[in-house]
């Protein structure tokens, strides 16, 4: 289960989840408010829980993203680079390259 925590110094609020392969992460949402760093905790893990269970397309991570940005009002591109980074579209493709315009090749 998703969940989110402060640590001392940082104004930001950090999400847990757990990532595709079931490993516990921890990052920072970028956010101050409680709430958007809730959502955004459990619509990572969310990602993650599809990408185990072999379900996770593009589509389905894309819609997911965008709306988090409309929720959250941060620039999709960054989202997609944070998701991307972390490898959980790779599922049977040998390498995921990341392009500003938000494609994926």
């Known amino acids: 289960m998703a969940s989110i ?3 001392s110094g940082s104004p ?3 999400a847990a989840y757990r990532d595709a392969h ?3 992460r921890q990052k920072t949402t970028k956010t101050k408010d409680r709430g958007k760093a809730i ?3 459990r619509a990572w893990e969310r990602l993650a829980e599809s990408g185990r269970k072999g379900t996770l397309t593009e589509a389905i991570a894309r819609a997911v993203l ?3 940005v409309f929720e959250c009002i941060q620039p999709l591109d ?3 680079q944070q998701f991307f980074s ?5 599922q049977g493709r ?3 390259r990341y392009r500003p315009c938000g494609r994926v090749e």
């Open 78 to 80: 960054w989202m997609l």
């Open 94 to 96: 040998s390498e995921v």
């Open 22 to 24: 079931g490993v516990r």
């Open 12 to 14: 930001f609020w950090f």
């Open 66 to 68: 965008s709306q988090l």
């Open 5 to 7: 925590f402060k640590k």
């Open 86 to 90: 972390e490898g959980c579209l790779k």
């Open 39 to 41: 959502d955004l905790a």
